[in-house]
């Protein structure tokens, strides 16, 4: 069922530096395209949403790049945090397609 | 605003048995959507439930079933238990198909 690529799978940096995260789909139906943190025994929770005709999106320190020829997106945390350890997942909707996740480790 | 509840949190069940987890949308949502997340992946969708239909369905047995009621709270069904039923089940309500806010989950295992 999945349809969405996610890598990598894990990841560590060091306080303050760039965390990416790279996402590859193939159905061009998809029509939104969400990030999702998840913290242990929680639900996944919205961090930034992009649509097909946009080709970067910034919220805060978080922002979305999406190249739609290339049908690939990709989730850069600025200056990462301890606190922003924790599993993100990718997601393209047609119904909902959810990427493995990246289990992103950010040390102090 | 209580946000997206499930209930319950966590529940065994054996092979073959049958169970039945709920969910309350956050208000003012209207859709429900059903997710089932095995440890160390990404959810799965499962069905989306509209005005009491099932608008969307992914790509799982008729083991699987729901329901949507009338105040928009939902359940969803599973029988036949199997060993690999075993997973988070997530809940996410949304007003239309907008954007979706995901409940804490129920932690099913299977015996």
């Known amino acids: 069922q999945q349809q969405v690529k996610q890598s990598p799978q894990s990841l560590i940096v060091q306080k303050g530096g760039i965390s990416i995260i790279n996402c590859a789909y193939e159905n061009t139906a998809f029509d939104y395209f969400p990030w999702y943190q998840q913290f242990p025994g929680k639900g996944p929770a919205l961090l930034i949403a992009i649509r097909p005709d946009v080709s970067e999106k910034k919220e805060g320190r978080f922002t979305i790049s999406f190249n739609k020829s290339a049908k690939q997106f990709s989730l850069h945390i600025m200056d990462s945090q301890p606190g922003d350890s924790a599993t993100y997942f990718c997601a393209a909707r047609n119904d909902m397609r959810f990427g493995a996740g990246t289990r992103l480790t950010v040390k102090p | 605003d209580a946000g997206v509840t499930q209930s319950p949190t966590h529940l065994i069940k054996t092979r073959g048995q049958q169970v039945t987890l709920r969910c309350s949308p956050k208000?003012?949502?209207?859709?429900v959507s059903w997710y089932q997340q095995a440890l160390g992946q990404g959810p799965q969708f499962i069905f989306q439930y509209y005005e009491e239909e099932e608008r969307q369905r992914g790509n799982f047995p008729d083991r699987f079933s729901g329901h949507q009621f009338p105040n928009y709270s939902s359940e969803l069904n599973v029988n036949a238990l199997l060993l690999g039923d075993s997973a988070l089940y997530l809940c996410?309500?949304?007003?239309?198909?907008?954007?979706?806010?995901f409940g804490p989950g129920t932690r099913l295992t299977v015996l």
């Open positions: 996410a309500s949304s007003l239309m198909s907008d954007e979706q806010f």
């Open positions: 208000s003012g949502h209207d859709t």
